[in-house]
Structures are given as structure tokens and as C-alpha cells.
Nanobody, 121 residues
Framework: QVQLVESGGGLVQPGGSLRLSCAASGSIISIGVMGWYRQAPGRERELVAR???????NYADSVKDRFAISRDNAKNTVYLRMNSLKPEDTAVYYCNAQIQRTWYEGLIPSWGQGTQVTVSS
């Protein structure tokens, strides 16, 4: 059993900052790519940022230069630092990780439960 637990969401004013965290726990042999997705009401879930276990990161164009993803492999944790937040960043943010749980399986995607981020004055 593997769990991804997110934290750090909340209400912030436009221009403000938040940091999201996502910790993986349980039966874990290895973790590959970790990432953050978001889903706004009435819209499809979209990739925000992802990072490989070597630290190579990719970002959606809409968040480049404002958001920064990082990870601590020793803690099985991924972070998302969000700066200069805009109302259009309002969404439920989901953590995703490719996790190997047993020696006879490959990397399998797992999802967190989501954390709400609301950007409003």
C-alpha cells in the first residue's frame, strides 16, 4: 500500500505565494518521476510541473518563471513553490508519482487526494 499525502494549499491573494508538499509513504522500492497536476472546475486535469529522480524538471508554459518544483529523494517528497499567483491558478492540485512497490512490478502511477488552491482578493 502506498499513500501520497499533499499539504500546503489554501487561500492566497493575487501576487502571493504558496508552497505545496507531497510525501509518499508505504511499501516503496523506488520512485521515478514526481509531478503536480491541477484541475479547475469544468476543466480537464492538466500537468503543472514534473521532476525526474535526477532533478530534471518540466513546466507548463502558464507557470514557467513563477513556479518551481523540487524533490527530496531521501524523504520521498516533492514540493511545488508557487509565486506571483494569479486567479487563474485556482484549482485542486494533485500530486502524482511513479512508484515501484514490489520487485516484480515496474513503476506504477499513484495519485494524492488533492489540495485546494484558491487565489482571490
Amino acid at each position: 500500500q502506498v499513500q501520497l499525502v499533499e499539504s500546503g494549499g489554501g487561500l492566497v491573494q493575487p501576487g502571493g505565494s504558496l508552497r505545496l508538499s507531497c510525501a509518499a509513504s508505504g511499501s516503496i522500492i523506488s520512485i521515478g518521476v514526481m509531478g503536480w497536476y491541477r484541475q479547475a472546475p469544468g476543466r480537464e486535469r492538466e500537468l503543472v510541473a514534473r521532476i525526474s529522480n535526477s532533478g530534471s524538471a518540466n513546466y507548463a508554459d502558464s507557470v514557467k518563471d513563477r513556479f518551481a518544483i523540487s524533490r527530496d529523494n531521501a524523504k520521498n517528497t516533492v514540493y511545488l513553490r508557487m509565486n506571483s499567483l494569479k486567479p487563474e491558478d485556482t484549482a485542486v492540485y494533485y500530486c502524482n508519482a511513479q512508484i515501484q512497490r514490489t520487485w516484480y512490478e515496474g513503476l506504477i502511477p499513484s495519485w494524492g487526494q488533492g489540495t485546494q488552491v484558491t487565489v482571490s482578493s
